[in-house]
């Protein structure tokens, strides 16, 4: 009879080679770990909008989530005052502002991604097929020199800065950006600058004689990139009103000047353009059930964990939220909100204008129930509906620099030295002024 049996030699052999193999890869991913510690990942081309938790990183120029969701402010939501540009990417139109740029889902209007309005540096952008050229004017205080960096559109992040201007005699601050084919158009104060990105090259400067300007502005404005009808331009807003076209047949520019220059009309591309309304976010009360809630002309919106904003109520009418003077949004409970709006009463305002205006020309306050889909008019129904706004002008002026707050039935909105300046009753929806 044959009876094979195992050699214990060989058995603890393989068992030695398996411990042994076991250690070796744990050691070799922990080395891995300690090399690649901090450093941001430029490679993924994967799309974050699944992903929930999100940390502010300084590698991320487009934010799917809002990073420190838990201490949101109103200057984190998109505000576009002044649309400077709109960027036609098929489902998607990228928008940008004054140091802020989101996009936005053409057939639903839903905010996508967005930058954030805490990063001042920024000042202008424009794409390249998939990737987004974005200008970066520095910080003189912290050392920063300005910059142009690249973001790669399928994963908001920033993957490298520009090659090749590290070098060049122009000043890069508040520089305007604009792309036609591969060619990358950078305009500073006195300079056109044609930049190549796939030669990762400047390929040709143009000075402000180049561009035939017969004098010198005496300003210090920057010059901007415009798009018109496909063609590569160059406004100077400021002082002499230039527009300046570029001919890539000739490699030479032709100018004209203007007597006057309205700035909306060449950098106010709007979203209307592309059938959206924007929402311009005015007020946003504190959390609630992990939820807060912003105010814009068009209606209420949530902002959740997992999403940037989305609709929550619609019926507010543009008349009722300011957009130059100051509101206040708050609720409870998610179902009841007070909101107060106020129209501008600060700056150089002469007295004359408020003559004869009462105080439901300037003051909205409304309280509405989003369940039973009703608003209560608090100014209407009250005392002061017909009151001159020139008896409570000067009481109004803290408003300002004051907050909201509910304490039990009852809404204030108050200065910051405490004192109550506009009082609701949420129970007998009386208004009591300062």
């Not at 508040?174 to 084919?181: E, K, T």
Request: proline residues 3%.
């Amino acid at each position: 009879m044959n009876i094979q049996t195992t050699n214990p030699r060989r058995k603890n052999i393989v068992f030695l080679v398996l411990v042994a193999s076991f250690v070796l890869t744990a050691l070799a991913g922990a080395i891995y770990c300690y090399i690649t510690r901090g450093k941001p990942d430029i490679t993924d081309t994967s799309d974050t909008r699944d992903e929930i938790t999100v940390q502010f990183d300084p590698n991320v120029f487009l934010y799917n989530r809002y990073p420190d969701f838990d201490n949101l402010k109103l200057s984190d939501l998109p505000y576009f005052a002044d649309v400077r540009a709109v960027f036609d990417r098929g489902d998607n139109i990228l928008v940008m502002g004054v140091n802020q740029l989101a996009e936005y889902n053409k057939r639903s209007g839903k905010l996508l991604r967005t930058s954030l309005q805490d990063n001042p540096d920024f000042f202008s952008a424009t794409s390249i097929g998939d990737l987004l050229y974005v200008s970066d004017n520095g910080n003189f205080f912290e050392k920063k020199q300005p910059k142009i960096y690249i973001v790669a559109m399928t994963t908001g992040k920033v993957e490298r800065e520009i090659q090749g201007l590290k070098d060049v005699p122009f000043d890069l601050t508040n520089n305007s950006l604009y792309s036609h084919g591969n060619d990358l158009w950078i305009a500073t104060r006195d300079t056109v600058i044609k930049y190549d990105t796939v030669k990762n090259e400047v390929t040709s400067s143009y000075s402000l004689a180049d561009l035939g300007y017969t004098e010198k502005p005496t300003c210090d404005n920057p010059l901007q990139m415009i798009d018109e009808e496909g063609k590569v331009k160059v406004v100077e807003f400021a002082c002499k009103n230039f527009i300046s076209t570029y001919d890539y047949t000739s490699d030479s520019w032709s100018t004209e000047r203007f007597d006057r220059l309205n700035p909306s009309d060449y950098i106010n591309k709007g979203a209307k353009d592309f059938g959206l309304d924007i929402p311009k976010f005015v007020a946003m009360s504190g959390k609630v059930n992990d939820t807060y809630y912003a105010l814009a002309s068009n209606g209420i919106y949530k902002v959740t964990k997992d999403s940037l904003t989305s609709t929550f109520y619609e019926s507010i009418g543009s008349s009722d939220v300011s957009q130059d003077g100051i509101s206040f949004l708050d609720t409870k409970d998610g179902k009841t909100f007070v909101l107060v709006s106020m129209e501008s009463i600060w700056g150089p305002i002469p007295s004359s204008y408020f003559d004869g205006k009462k105080i439901s020309d300037f003051l909205t306050v409304k309280i509405i129930d989003t369940v039973a889909k009703t608003e209560i008019d608090a100014v209407a129904t009250s005392e002061y509906a017909n009151k001159d706004i020139s008896s409570h002008i000067e009481s109004f002026y803290p408003l300002e620099s004051a907050k909201g707050q509910i304490s039990g039935e009852r809404y204030s909105i108050v200065g910051q030295d405490g004192a109550e300046i506009i009082g609701i009753d949420l129970g007998t929806k009386n208004l009591s002024l300062q």
